[in-house]
Structure formats: C-alpha cells, structure tokens
C-alpha cells in the first residue's frame, strides 16, 4: 500500500482500479494515505473516482463477454451467488448499477449488468454515481478526523 501512496494520484488511480476488478484490495486505505500527505482534494476524488469505474466497467464488460470461465478465473465470483444477484437485478434495471461500490456484492452486480447486456450508457452512468458519492463521503470523512484529532 505505501508503494501506491508514494505515487500520490497515480497511485490512487491504480489502487482504486484494482479495488473494483480482481483483488481484494482496499483503495480508501491508499486515497486516505494520499489525502493525509498533503495532495489536493479534487485531484483524488478524480482519480479515484475514474479508476474505480474503469475498473467497475471492466467487471461489466467481462460479463458483457458471457464467458463463464473469465468470470470464474479472473475475478473469482461464485457462479451460484452471481445467478441469485442476476435474478434481482434482472427486476430493477441498468440503475442499479449505483450499488456497484458496496463491497461484498459490487462485483456480482457489475458482471450480472454485463450477463444482461443491460445499456453501457445508464450503467456508466449510474455507477459514476454511486462511486463518486462513495469517495465523496470517504474523503469528507477523513478530513473531520484529521480535524477532530487535531490536524
């Protein structure tokens, strides 16, 4: 992670790319190091906003692609777990694309939007969105601790 942070908003990038496709990886870690170091706020919500889509729109187009064995491979996702989430959101449409930063489920919805060949456009959309909100908050959060303890 400190490797990521000495690379200020490239790093960022990065690691909120990677924390929306394949790894098990904790951006905000990386974006809260960075912020405390000093980068400007704008140009961190923007990295880390735009990583984390491109890599939501990766888990998308994986799915978009139908290839089960990707799906299983690359981004290890319960195929059973995936068919459930599919269900659902098969039920309230490419807008449900917002939820794509919950951790846990983020990545089923990204490939079940994908599988469904719901529209690219509200899906982008819809998950900038959500993302966006998400580091929003993350950041204003870190910034009222950094002012509570005294920073």
């Known amino acids: 992670m400190e490797f990521l942070i000495e690379y200020g908003y490239i790093g960022v990038f990065v690691a909120s790319f990677l924390a929306a496709t394949i790894l098990p990886f904790s951006s905000e870690v990386v974006l809260t190091g ?25 888990c998308y187009w994986i799915g978009k692609i139908g290839k089960i064995e990707w799906i299983k491979k690359y981004l290890r996702l319960d195929i059973k777990k995936l068919e459930r989430i599919q269900a659902k959101i098969q039920k309230q449409g490419a807008w449900i694309a917002f939820f794509v930063f919950l951790p846990g489920i983020g990545d089923f919805i990204a490939v079940g939007l994908g599988l469904l060949r719901a529209n690219v456009w509200v899906v982008a959309i819809a998950m900038l969105i959500g993302k966006a909100l998400r580091y929003w908050v993350w950041m204003e959060l ?3 601790v950094q002012q509570a303890v005294g920073g």
């Open 34 to 58: 960075v912020l405390l170091g000093g980068s400007a706020y704008w140009p961190c919500m923007f990295a880390a906003t735009i990583g984390n889509v491109l890599g939501g729109m990766t």
């Open 142 to 144: 870190v910034y009222k």
